[in-house]
């Protein structure tokens, strides 16, 4: 099941993100995340009007995707940056794909022009999930983040609904 986010799933959200906060390169965060911190950002990104889902099985809180303002500035207001972690047990099962066909049908509604994903590499995993939604790489940044002592790549794939 696919629905919006709310305050008590915070716990899930960051039990599912902090195992690639400390584990992997896919995220530039470092230190752990509370889950008072997840409903922080919960929160300033619905009062921003943009959706923040999760997938759920039995109750159970197994992977979650939001969109966020691309930029600031005004002329930015129809382009976000898009973002998915799933727990690590639920890749390859078609969750994601739920997740994005929920999350890009709501960012059609609201006539957002223009979406972003960064990712980091290699994520060939990443990469295929996003080219499914005909996102195209647009941009490559070598060696912009290091984490557990290497240097990481991150990629921009955008597509324009």
């Given at each position: 099941m696919i629905r919006n986010t709310t305050a008590d799933d915070s716990k899930a959200i960051a039990a599912i993100y902090?195992?690639?906060?400390?584990?992997?390169?896919?995220?530039?965060?470092?230190?752990?995340?509370?889950d008072v911190e997840i409903a922080k950002r919960i929160q300033v990104n619905l009062a921003s009007g943009?959706?923040?889902?999760?997938?759920?099985?039995?109750?159970?809180?197994?992977g979650y995707c939001?969109?966020?303002p691309w930029k600031a500035r005004k002329a930015y207001q129809h382009s976000v940056e898009i973002s998915i972690y799933l727990d690590a047990g639920s890749h390859?099962?078609?969750?994601?794909?739920?997740?994005?066909?929920?999350l890009f049908a709501q960012l059609k509604a609201q006539?957002?022009?223009?979406?972003?994903?960064?990712?980091?590499?290699?994520?060939?995993?990443?990469?295929?999930?996003h080219e499914k939604?005909?996102?195209q790489k647009v941009a490559h940044f070598?060696?912009?983040?290091?984490?557990?002592?290497?240097?990481?790549?991150?990629?921009?794939?955008?597509?324009?609904?």
């Open positions: 902090n195992h690639y906060v400390l584990n992997s390169t896919v995220t530039f965060e470092v230190d752990a995340i509370t943009l959706p923040w889902l999760v997938a759920e099985i039995n109750g159970k809180v197994i939001y969109a966020t390859a099962k078609g969750v994601g794909t739920q997740l994005y066909a929920a006539n957002v022009h223009a979406v972003m994903a960064g990712i980091a590499l290699p994520n060939v995993a990443s990469i295929a999930l939604y005909n996102m070598q060696q912009v983040g290091k984490k557990f002592a290497q240097w990481v790549d991150v990629a921009y794939w955008q597509v324009i609904l």
